[in-house]
Nanobody
Framework: QVQLLESGGGLVQPGGSLRLSCAAS????????MDWYRQTPGNERELVASMRASRIANYADSVKGRFAISKDNAKNTMYLQMNSLKPEDTAVYYC????????????????WGQGTQVTVSS
């Protein structure tokens, strides 16, 4: 069983910074992708930042230059450094991962974290 546990959300003033973490635990053989999504009430979940096994990162246009995704492979942990936060960044942030639990499994399984609230307000 694989679990993704997010942490680091909270209330921050506009212009401030937060660092989100997503730790994957359980039966993990290999991780193909780890992404950050966010969702606001009444809207679909949107991709914020993604990183593949190649370590190439991609960002939504709305966060380019302000957010940075990184991974610590030894800890199976992903981070999202969020700088220059704006009120429109307020959302529940979710981490997503594609994981193989063993070398004998040929397909990737998708997992979601429980979400962490980020509120940007003065």
């Amino acid at each position: 069983q694989v679990q993704l546990l997010e942490s680091g959300g909270g209330l921050v003033q506009p212009g401030g910074s937060l660092r989100l973490s997503c730790a994957a635990s359980g039966s993990i053989f290999s991780i193909n992708a780890m992404d950050w999504y966010r969702q606001t009430p009444g809207n679909e979940r949107e991709l914020v930042a993604s990183m593949r096994a190649s370590r190439i990162a991609n960002y939504a246009d709305s966060v380019k230059g302000r957010f940075a995704i990184s991974k610590d492979n030894a800890k199976n942990t992903m981070y999202l450094q969020m700088n220059s936060l704006k009120p429109e960044d307020t959302a529940v942030y979710y981490c997503y991962a594609e994981i193989k639990p063993s070398p004998y499994v040929t397909t990737w399984s998708s997992y979601w974290g429980q979400g962490t609230q980020v509120t940007v307000s003065s």
